[in-house]
């Protein structure tokens, strides 16, 4: 099948349109100055007037800069925005929907996040994974999946960059980046202390203090810990495991600024966490056959089991960041450390028994046979060092360039239970692999004049794995002993973009972009499900970009909107579960996706502030030749039936022309604050609401394993007095409670995992 040129679809008439509209209200009203730069990072927040919008820096290009002035797709979270979206003690995946074209999502709860950007992201569910979002904590870059789940607490602010971010953030980002930054020691003696109740007797303490200890020397201490009972019964009575879906986890990070002058700063960080809880709980026959409905009946907080439930993860790092200051330049030293230990186990069937013991042993529905399994990392170690010199002399020609290392080293344990005899270990493989990778960057701008200027960049990158495989003791559904099986890959690439900025009057910025992205090879072998390891063969991205960034009506408003576009070469894809129960690594020749994006704020009056975001995300699978298996259980797929091919044990279907996994077409967020001024005090009310539209679950398209849009919204009542030092305030996240089946297994039955239900709650702040 032919098909016709990106932006020839009929969504390219109503993007433009869009666009094009946003460009003249940008341009034709009454505008502002631009905003204040601020002279170093972290990002920062300089409060303005009432009814006026607060100034918003980035890190995005390694400076701290305007974020009008970055050509780039950006939007930062910070503040109340935060604390917001965070108050029912959520993971990471609350972030999910609230920025335009960002997805997350995990089959492993709160220890194993899956971001995807742009509907570029990776459904694979391995110990060592490869993502295409990179995530960014402190200046570090965590590359293992376990390690992107560590708490957000005490946060300056995070920044979402769309696109390829290859050139200076170098750890598989063709996708883009999550940054989070942390709020840093400052001289001041200062703290605060918040704690949240709520449903399920949840708690969430969260506190930070900072003091001066003297001249050179501050200190900062910040921690969380949230707890939440098990409230989730098992109504099989002879299931191990009777109460789920209760977590204790605790995080803290210590930092240390040492700054004896303004030509030398110094800053240590240590952190921790330690999650115990309930694995991801995957629900048997939860999907009405032949919809994507839930079944009748169904019920949250009840399910029926036969084997165990667990999670702990295990999470050190530290990092030292290092700064000079010469005449004319600035260089930095960025060094870190991160290790983790985990273990997850679940009753993968999603319920208890089998059909083949008779008729009344096996349920809720139709169970053809036990599968309960874990998966741990008992060793992980991961080095990172960064050196970035910078140009800091006035003039229009800026620069920065730097040397980057990495290295990993992972072992994973897998393991088979056998359900129907006390959960006895009836299989066991391991996998081992190191990546080392090198890098050499460099990035230029310059201004042309006070309306016009350019950047550009290059990276290359030396990446190698070394990756080997064993089964020590072989499951019933792999008998066999095939010995160590062993891989590697070896690749080197060169990532680049370029961009534009024109200025189309003092508070609006136009800007155009292209960008390459690269993703290293990435390795898989689970031999507990399968004989062989697969390999994934480098990936890469070509992006283009066209945007306007804008101040309106005296800085009571600001607009950001682009239209996008990227071909994928070698799109690495995983064909996580099917009738085979085993993940598979692909490459797709090719794979496209195009769209839109709208960040908009306001101050209606001066005290309603309102605002909105949202996208178009178009994404297909393009090759002719590319064919995986369907689903073991039943389902209804639609895309047409192809030969088997070698290595399947079933009938496989083409997914050429099919949508990205876990990719919604439309994302879209809105928020309203009313704020009213009190005797002694401040009353306020906020909305908040994200949508995003159906999803794919799978690389095939079926409608039992297809997400059905999902609409959820907050709700905060509360009181400030004392000059902001303390707030109360009642809350609600989900509201709705609406309830949808957001991923699935589909090897064995119609099995499902489910969004959080609904949660109410009270918070007191107090700040010193």
Same mark, same amino acid.
């Given at each position: ?17 869009? +666009? *094009? ?12 100055? *631009? +905003?204040?730069?601020? $002279? ?52 990471? &995946? ?54 992107? /789940? ?25 996708? /883009? ?10 001289? *001041? ?19 930070? $203090? ?35 879906? /209760? ?73 030292? &960041?290092?700064?000079?200051? +010469? ?81 990993? !080293? ?5 393991? =088979? ?11 066991? $493989? ?55 099986? &062993? ?24 800007? $155009? ?19 062989? *390891? ?43 579960? /099917? ?68 290595? +399947? ?19 879209? =967020? ?32 079926? !409608? ?20 902001? !030092? ?43």
């Amino acid at each position: 099948m032919r098909h016709p040129s990106p932006f020839a679809v009929p969504a390219r008439q109503h993007l433009q349109r869009s +666009f *094009v509209l946003g460009l003249l209200i940008a341009a034709g009203l009454p505008m502002s100055s *631009v +905003f204040a730069q601020t $002279a170093d990072a972290p990002a920062k927040e300089t409060k303005s007037a009432n009814g006026k919008l607060e100034t918003i820096t980035v890190t995005a290009e390694r400076r701290s800069e305007n974020i009008k002035d970055v050509p780039n797709s950006v939007t930062a979270l910070r503040g109340e925005t935060l604390d917001i979206i965070n108050s029912s003690g959520q993971d990471i &995946r609350m972030l999910a929907g609230r920025v335009p074209s960002l997805n997350i999502e995990s089959s492993f709860g709160r220890a194993f996040p899956r971001f995807y950007i742009r509907g570029l992201g990776n459904t694979d569910f391995d110990l060592n994974a490869s993502q295409p979002v990179s995530l960014v904590y402190d200046d570090v870059v965590q590359e293992n999946p376990i390690l992107k /789940g560590f708490p957000v607490f005490d946060i300056e602010q995070i920044e979402v960059l769309r696109g390829p971010q290859g050139t200076l953030f170098g750890r598989n980002s063709p996708a /883009g980046v999550v940054k989070f930054d942390s709020v840093k020691p400052r001289r *001041v003696d200062e703290g605060y202390f918040n704690i949240a109740y709520g449903t399920y007797s949840s708690v969430n303490l969260e506190g930070a $203090a900072n003091f001066v200890i003297n001249n050179d020397w501050a200190v900062r201490a910040s921690v969380q810990t949230q707890r939440r009972n098990d409230w989730v019964a098992n109504t099989y009575g002879a299931g191990p495991t009777k109460k789920l879906e /209760g977590f204790n986890d605790s995080a803290a990070r210590v930092q240390f600024m040492y700054q004896p002058n303004s030509d030398f700063s110094a800053l240590f960080n240590v952190h921790h966490r330690d999650l115990d809880g309930s694995a991801r709980l995957f629900r048997a026959n939860i999907i009405k056959p032949g919809t994507n409905d839930i079944v009748s009946g169904f019920s949250p907080e009840k399910i029926s089991l036969d084997g165990r439930n667990s999670q702990a993860v295990r999470n050190t790092g530290g990092s030292v &960041r290092l700064k000079w200051n +010469f005449n004319d330049l600035t260089l930095n030293s960025i060094t870190g450390y991160e290790t983790v230990t985990s273990f997850s186990r679940g009753d993968i069937d999603g319920g208890y028994g089998a059909s083949f013991l008779g008729a009344g042993n096996s349920g809720p529905g139709f169970i053809p046979f036990t599968a309960e399994s874990a998966d741990g990392l008992p060793n992980h170690k991961q080095i990172s060092q960064e050196l970035r010199l910078e140009s800091q002399a006035k003039g229009p020609f800026k620069w920065l360039a730097g040397l980057y290392y990495f290295n990993e !080293k992972i072992s994973i344990d897998s393991f =088979n239970y056998d359900s129907l005899a006390n959960g006895v270990v009836n299989g066991i $493989a391991k996998q081992h692999q190191e990546n080392k990778a090198y890098a050499a960057f460099g990035s230029v701008n310059y201004a042309f004049t006070d309306a016009f200027s350019i950047r550009g960049g290059l990276r290359y990158t030396s990446d190698k794995k070394d990756f080997y495989a064993d089964r020590l003791l072989a499951p019933p559904f792999s008998p066999t002993f095939i010995g160590r099986l &062993r891989n590697n890959t070896n690749v080197s690439d060169v990532s680049w973009d370029f961009s534009g900025t024109y200025a189309i009057s003092k508070d609006t910025n136009f800007y $155009a972009r292209v960008a390459k992205g690269f993703r290293a090879p990435s390795i898989q072998g689970r031999l507990l499900f399968g004989d062989s *390891v697969s390999v994934a063969n480098a990936e890469k991205v070509i992006s283009t970009e066209v945007g306007i960034k804008s101040d309106l009506w005296e800085k009571r408003a600001r607009l950001s909107a682009n239209l996008f576009h990227y071909d994928v070469k070698d799109l690495q894809l995983t064909a996580v579960g /099917g009738s085979a129960n085993f993940n598979r690594l692909l490459n797709a020749a090719k794979a496209t996706g195009q769209g839109a994006e709208l960040d908009f704020q306001a101050y209606i009056t001066d005290n309603l502030l309102f605002s909105i975001g949202g996208s178009i995300n178009d994404t297909q699978i393009k090759d002719g030749n590319l064919r995986t298996q369907v689903c073991g259980s039943g389902c209804t797929f639609t895309d047409p039936v192809t030969t088997p091919a070698a290595g +399947f044990s079933a009938a496989i279907v083409s997914i050429n022309g099919n949508p990205l996994p876990q990719a919604p077409k439309y994302v879209a =967020n809105t928020s309203l604050k009313y704020s009213m001024p009190m005797a002694g005090g401040e009353f306020f009310v906020v909305t908040d609401w994200a949508y995003r539209s159906k999803i794919s679950f799978f690389l095939y398209q079926s !409608k039992e394993y297809t997400g059905k849009a999902l609409v959820e919204g907050g709700l905060r009542v509360g009181y400030k007095w004392a000059d902001g !030092k303390y707030e109360a305030a009642v809350y609600s996240r989900n509201i709705t409670n609406q309830i949808r089946v957001v991923g699935g297994i589909d090897f064995n039955n119609l099995t499902g995992f489910i969004n959080e239900p609904r949660f109410i709650g009270a918070q007191f702040k107090a700040n010193f």
